[in-house]
């Protein structure tokens, strides 16, 4: 067996362990450099991909590469290479339908909606690719500076979206595309969306790179035909490196609207620019919105972002005061995470509240000054701070088992279906993330907590027992 009948065997296995997305994000262009007997050296395409594979799946790996070889294999090392043109990488010929490109489209012209750069003009482009038309023009929205990966907390809640987001932006129209990130109000979607934008325009400052929201491209297509200037919508919003549409949820009903963005949509896709679309909710689960147009989002990556946990508000909160150079206690940043948990965007607000009040009058802050300020905050706070591990200990001790049955492998009926009203309940009760589930319940993936999510909530309303005991689970978790 050669090192490439090698690497497949071993891709062959992971495969069956992943999400299709998941495998073919992390796993494309990546091969077997070098072997001898103590070590395996692997080529990734890239440093974040490098770092991933290191973090997350290092351990799978090198069991895969022991039990396959027969070797006592002992350490893998990952390198960025470029894979050899000769190598042919069959295994992904039915995970992928296209190459990954190595380097972003043509270079062409970043879209400037007021000037059109002199280039833009010799290439033939479109003189007034713009609507002129008040009250806004294509192009209003452009990205803000201040949303970068640097200054994102990344948590188990919004692990996977950051890692999406980071891959977009290394390899724009590759194996994420679209990338659907969801997620309540709040929670940082629009931070990841103009991030990856930044970044690209990092790296290639002539990208075309467009960011709007739902809106704007509803209010633009409204108006396109209002005063007969179709042609310029279309190449406007159909000549781009990247479109970042966010809330795209506040399409549903619009049936023109929806089908002129699916034809966007399909041209985007069909040239392999990037697509990066936001919403509240997952596809599915977005009313009156068109079966083709759910089916086109759900192809490329679904990324959800759920309510940061306390570590990571203490995160959010410290990096906030460092960007504005204002010193305050552990302990009051401990209140302010304790009293704002569901929303990154109040927490902030309660920060900016608190340093405000303290600037005015000049004092220095400490729990009796700041407890008055938040005082408003209380009454949207949640029930009771509830930590993954008590959730899981409350389930177990209602149906008698044992925590160490629960998060464990076995998939009998007596353990699988507490398994599930867990999963449910850490996303209903805790806001978590899928993946953060997952990971909580014995390192499962996050389709599984997706699943069992599904299916508690569809049996919700016809069991009556389900009904009960999820009531009794819930009053035990919040009084005791």
């Known amino acids: 067996m050669n090192t490439q009948e090698l690497w497949l065997a071993v891709l062959g296995e992971l495969e069956l362990s992943l999400s299709k997305a998941n495998f073919t994000t992390w796993f494309h262009n990546t091969f077997i450099v070098g072997i001898n007997e103590s070590e395996v050296t692997i080529g ?41 043109t000769a190598i ?10 296209q190459e990954l490109p190595k380097t972003l489209p043509e270079p062409v012209p970043t879209i400037n909606a007021q000037n059109p750069s002199n280039s833009e003009k010799k290439a033939g482009a479109e003189t007034t690719p713009v609507l002129l038309t008040p009250p806004g023009r294509l192009g209003e929205f452009t990205l803000n500076a201040k949303y970068a990966f640097s200054n994102y907390i990344v948590g188990k809640q919004n692990e996977l979206a950051h890692a999406a987001a980071q891959a977009v932006a290394s390899q724009p129209g590759g194996a994420y595309n679209p990338l659907f990130i969801y997620g309540g109000v709040g929670l940082g979607k629009t931070h990841l969306l103009q991030a990856i934008g930044n970044e690209i325009l990092l790296h290639n400052s002539s990208a075309r ?21 179709s042609p310029a919508f279309k190449n406007y919003y159909r000549n781009v490196d990247l479109l970042l549409v966010d809330d795209i949820q506040f399409l549903t009903g619009k049936e023109g609207t929806q089908e002129e963005f699916f034809h966007t949509f399909n041209q985007l896709h069909q040239n392999n620019r990037q697509i990066v679309l936001s919403s509240d909710r997952p596809p599915k689960a977005i009313p009156a919105l068109e079966s083709r147009l759910a089916s086109r989002f759900e192809s490329g990556m679904l990324a959800d972002i759920g309510s940061p946990d306390f570590e990571t508000r203490i995160a959010i909160l410290s990096l906030k005061c460092r960007e504005k150079s204002f010193l305050m206690g552990q302990e009051i940043l401990q209140f302010i995470a304790n009293t704002v948990q569901n929303n990154v965007r109040e927490l902030e607000g309660a920060l900016n509240k608190v340093i ?29 701070t509830v930590t993954a591990k008590q959730l899981i200990q409350t389930v177990a001790e209602h149906y008698d088992l044992r925590i160490e049955d629960l998060v464990g492998k076995s998939r009998e009926k007596r353990f699988a279906f507490p398994r599930q009203i867990i999963m449910y309940l850490m996303r209903e009760e805790m806001k978590s993330s899928y993946p953060s ?44």
């Open 44 to 84: 990734v395409p890239n440093l974040f991909t490098k770092a991933w594979l290191e973090k997350k799946y290092h351990r799978e790996i090198l069991q895969s590469l022991q039990n396959l070889t027969n070797q006592r294999l002992r350490s893998i090392t990952y390198r960025v290479e470029t894979r050899p």
């Open 88 to 97: 042919a990488n069959l295994h992904f010929e039915d995970a992928i339908t």
């Open 209 to 229: 790179v467009l960011y709007v929201t739902s809106e704007r491209f509803m209010t633009d297509f409204i108006n396109a035909i209002r005063t007969g200037q």
């Open 356 to 384: 405000a009040f303290h600037h005015f009058k000049n004092m220095v802050p400490t729990l009796e000054t700041v407890r008055p300020i938040l005082s408003s905050f209380h009454a949207t706070s949640v029930k009771r």
């Open 437 to 480: 589930i997952g990971a909580e319940i014995g390192g499962r993936d996050h389709t599984t907590a997706m699943h069992a999510y599904d299916k508690i909530s569809s049996c919700i309303s016809e069991d009556e027992k389900l009904q009960h005991d999820l009531e009794l689970i819930r009053q035990r978790i919040y009084t005791t």
